[in-house]
């Protein structure tokens, strides 16, 4: 019920909109332009933020990867995809040298859990390359604890993959395309 008339990321967390927390975790990290991909209620979060941000409003749900590529497709420099509903203290800084260091194409923040069978998990090689994901594995068969945290670093040749003009999963339709070529 508090969405009825408050888009998600506006939603109080400690006496201030969630965006707000998000939006200075990204700064601290050097992030100087946050293009933000807008879908309900996009007044709401210009109102509150004004010139701060830049904003790219959905003509229509694109999912996941259809967002990504709506609101990144001028970009030419490596770019931070942060989920909008995504509150961390993930060290973004060493996330992006880590993708750097590895000359990779897409680098996702991962987290461990104690039961991954809720959720898809992400199965890497000692490097750190992506092996493969398995979608909500029985208990105790799971191959990794570690699943998507919702923030990815980002090469522009990666929005190829993406087609325009329809809804696309980065999960299940992008992703999968990176194993073995580049994602980390």
Not at 143 to 154: E, H, K, L, R
């Amino acid at each position: 019920p508090l969405t009825y008339t408050t888009p998600k990321p506006m939603l109080p967390i400690a006496n201030r909109p969630f965006l707000e927390h998000q939006v200075a975790h990204l700064r601290a990290h050097g992030i100087d332009r946050i293009v933000l991909a807008c879908g309900y209620r996009p007044d709401a979060i210009q109102a509150h933020f004004g010139a701060e941000l830049e904003y790219v409003v959905e003509p229509e749900p694109l999912g996941t990867g259809g967002a990504i590529a709506y609101a990144a497709r001028a970009l030419t420099e490596t770019f931070v995809v942060a989920n909008g509903d995504v509150l961390t203290d993930l060290d973004l800084s060493a996330l992006v040298r880590f993708h750097r260091d590895r000359d990779a194409r897409m680098t996702l923040a991962l987290h461990p859990v104690d039961d991954p069978s809720r959720y898809g998990v992400v199965v890497t090689a000692a490097d750190g390359a992506v092996t493969a994901f398995v979608e909500k594995p029985p208990p105790g068969t799971a191959p990794s604890s570690t699943i998507n945290a919702g923030t990815y670093v980002v090469e522009p040749d990666v929005l190829g993959l993406i087609p325009e003009g329809r809804a696309v999963s980065v999960e299940y339709e992008v992703f999968p395309l990176l194993v073995g070529a580049g994602l980390y």
